[in-house]
């Protein structure tokens, strides 16, 4: 599992850690990796030309050690100084003394040492930056966006804001960025995310204490907690999720929410809504009534909300459940805010950008700009645990935590349909045993895997993703 810290807590870590190393010491341990990942980008380092865009911070300093290694691999290096009186000292002595040169920033105002650049090291900002870059250092981001240099931004671009992952102002946008000890939320979460490139994660030593603000699962993780029958195991001990979706205008909601819903663990699925034709048509192994949901029969999990279009008392049967649910799609439009807040059993809500900024009362971008934020908020407001869909998924419980991140997904998946199957998967996930948080992170999890499998580089349907989802399974259980 990949973790991320804050920024004090790394702040605490360092200190710690630099106590008991002689002085200099960690910064030089950074400077090697961080040289060691622009030797591997550059190729061939004697006689490439790096620039350096030099803050008044550590960050600054890793970044004139990394050139002072590099020049003396036979690499033309300028450092290009924001604050020349508040400059690391010894790394600029140590630049010096390797044959690197330095100039004013307000000497290359026009960024001609950038666009000249075969690299460019990003040293402008630490960890603590706010509200994107200064007007000085503005123009450098310009010259860097307008460059064909390779760009490695050191522990994170600068601009972004390390324990939010928001972007308030110009920031540069990098090709690798080499972090340190631990990766910080920014480098995980949208839309700092998009800024960051590859991220390299260079072990310095910090020993961290406390709670991380973020969890990545990896395929050990997402394997540990599938569900696998077992010698005595029947249909109903293996869970059977119940779906409410789909209407006479958007039939095919239902049916890909059942889809989802076969491929995600569960011993059986009933089907409750007027699609049932066209449920039974595709997926005969469904097992199918009219309603409501409360005769259906017995269900260990719920997802309801998928294409029932003005269903509220669908929607309202399935809430009184004393079983998990999930919410989605038009059941979150439709559900009763405080008898969301009221339920006991556990309540996952999955939305999009455009259904949490209405369920928060605040604009989509205010979503989208402060995703980490927003996602906290709706857990904490709803008392439920929420799946905020993206191109980073995130992950939030009620009770507070570190929230769950995931990656795996493609662009191919923003395509009419995807999030039924989530939805569906999800929902199976649920009633196959696994907790909220837990079934929301492997759900979005091997949905992604999906997308990309069933995509591979080319446009894929809904039904493509939940075709894949065995294929996702496999890649999982066998590493």
């Given at each position: 599992?990949r973790?991320a810290?804050?920024?004090e807590?790394v702040r605490?870590?360092?200190?710690?850690?630099?106590?008991?190393?002689?002085?200099?010491?960690l910064?030089q341990r950074?400077?090697?990796?961080?040289?060691a990942?622009?030797?591997?980008?550059?190729?061939?380092?004697?006689?490439?030309?790096?620039?350096?865009l030099?803050?008044?911070?550590?960050?600054?300093?890793?970044?004139?050690y990394?050139?002072?290694?590099?020049a003396?691999?036979?690499?033309?290096?300028?450092a290009?100084?924001?604050?020349?009186?508040?400059?690391?000292?010894?790394?600029l002595a140590?630049l010096?003394r390797?044959?690197g040169?330095?100039?004013?920033?307000?000497?290359d105002a026009?960024?001609?040492s950038?666009?000249?650049?075969?690299?460019v090291?990003?040293g402008?900002?630490?960890?603590?930056?706010?509200?994107?870059l200064r007007p000085?250092?503005?123009p450098?981001?310009e010259?860097?966006?307008e460059?064909r240099?390779?760009v490695?931004?050191v522990d994170?671009?600068?601009?972004?804001?390390?324990?939010?992952?928001?972007?308030?102002?110009?920031?540069?946008?990098?090709?690798?960025?080499v972090?340190?000890?631990?990766?910080?939320?920014?480098?995980?979460?949208?839309?700092?995310?998009e800024?960051a490139?590859?991220v390299?994660l260079v072990?310095?030593?910090?020993?961290?204490?406390?709670e991380?603000?973020?969890?990545?699962?990896?395929?050990?993780?997402?394997?540990?907690?599938?569900p696998?029958?077992g010698?005595?195991?029947?249909?109903?001990?293996?869970?059977v999720?119940?779906?409410v979706?789909?209407?006479?205008?958007?039939?095919?909601?239902?049916v890909?929410?059942?889809?989802?819903?076969?491929?995600?663990?569960a011993?059986?699925?009933?089907?409750?809504?007027?699609a049932?034709?066209?449920v039974?048509?595709?997926f005969?192994?469904?097992?199918?009534?009219?309603?409501p949901?409360?005769?259906?029969?017995?269900?260990?999990?719920?997802?309801?909300?998928?294409?029932?279009?003005?269903?509220a008392d669908a929607?309202?049967?399935?809430l009184?459940?004393?079983?998990?649910?999930?919410?989605d799609a038009?059941?979150?439009?439709?559900?009763?805010?405080?008898?969301?807040?009221?339920?006991?059993?556990?309540?996952?809500?999955?939305?999009?950008a455009?259904?949490?900024?209405?369920l928060l009362?605040?604009?989509?971008?205010?979503?989208?700009?402060?995703?980490?934020?927003?996602v906290?908020?709706?857990?904490?407001r709803?008392?439920?645990?929420v799946?905020l869909?993206?191109?980073?998924?995130?992950?939030?419980s009620?009770?507070?935590g570190?929230v769950?991140?995931?990656?795996?997904g493609?662009?191919?998946?923003?395509?009419?349909?995807?999030?039924?199957?989530l939805?569906g998967?999800?929902?199976?996930?649920l009633?196959?045993?696994?907790?909220?948080?837990?079934?929301?992170?492997?759900?979005?999890?091997l949905?992604?895997?999906?997308?990309r499998?069933?995509?591979?580089?080319?446009?894929a349907?809904a039904?493509d993703?939940?075709?894949?989802?065995r294929?996702?399974?496999?890649?999982?259980m066998?590493?």
């Amino acid at each position: 599992m990949r973790t991320a810290y804050s920024v004090e807590t790394v702040r605490v870590a360092e200190r710690e850690l630099m106590a008991r190393l002689p002085d200099g010491a960690l910064m030089q341990r950074a400077a090697a990796g961080l040289a060691a990942a622009c030797a591997e980008l550059l190729g061939r380092v004697y006689g490439s030309r790096v620039v350096l865009l030099v803050g008044s911070g550590d960050n600054g300093g890793d970044a004139l050690y990394a050139g002072a290694r590099l020049a003396r691999r036979g690499a033309g290096v300028v450092a290009v100084l924001l604050a020349p009186e508040r400059t690391h000292s010894g790394g600029l002595a140590a630049l010096r003394r390797a044959g690197g040169t330095v100039v004013r920033a307000e000497e290359d105002a026009a960024g001609e040492s950038v666009r000249r650049a075969d690299l460019v090291v990003d040293g402008i900002v630490g960890i603590g930056g706010k509200g994107g870059l200064r007007p000085d250092a503005a123009p450098l981001a310009e010259a860097v966006g307008e460059s064909r240099a390779a760009v490695v931004a050191v522990d994170l671009p600068s601009g972004i804001e390390a324990d939010t992952g928001e972007v308030r102002g110009a920031a540069v946008r990098a090709d690798l960025t080499v972090t340190f000890g631990t990766h910080k939320p920014g480098l995980l979460v949208d839309p700092a995310r998009e800024y960051a490139g590859s991220v390299r994660l260079v072990d310095i030593g910090l020993s961290l204490p406390g709670e991380a603000e973020l969890e990545a699962l990896q395929h050990a993780d997402v394997a540990a907690l599938l569900p696998v029958p077992g010698a005595e195991s029947d249909k109903y001990r293996r869970g059977v999720v119940g779906i409410v979706a789909g209407s006479a205008r958007y039939p095919g909601a239902a049916v890909l929410a059942v889809a989802g819903a076969l491929r995600g663990g569960a011993g059986a699925v009933r089907y409750v809504g007027p699609a049932g034709d066209a449920v039974i048509a595709r997926f005969p192994e469904t097992l199918v009534s009219s309603g409501p949901p409360e005769r259906a029969g017995r269900v260990q999990a719920w997802v309801v909300g998928p294409g029932v279009g003005e269903d509220a008392d669908a929607v309202a049967g399935v809430l009184k459940a004393d079983v998990p649910v999930l919410v989605d799609a038009d059941g979150l439009r439709l559900a009763d805010r405080d008898v969301v807040r009221e339920r006991t059993a556990p309540t996952l809500l999955t939305p999009h950008a455009g259904e949490a900024a209405a369920l928060l009362g605040v604009s989509r971008d205010e979503v989208e700009g402060a995703r980490l934020a927003s996602v906290r908020e709706l857990a904490g407001r709803y008392g439920a645990t929420v799946l905020l869909k993206g191109s980073t998924t995130l992950v939030a419980s009620p009770e507070g935590g570190a929230v769950r991140v995931n990656s795996t997904g493609t662009s191919w998946l923003a395509t009419a349909g995807s999030g039924d199957v989530l939805s569906g998967l999800t929902g199976s996930l649920l009633a196959a045993g696994l907790g909220a948080l837990d079934a929301g992170s492997v759900g979005a999890y091997l949905h992604g895997l999906a997308g990309r499998f069933a995509a591979d580089g080319a446009p894929a349907g809904a039904q493509d993703v939940a075709d894949a989802v065995r294929a996702a399974w496999r890649d999982v259980m066998d590493g």
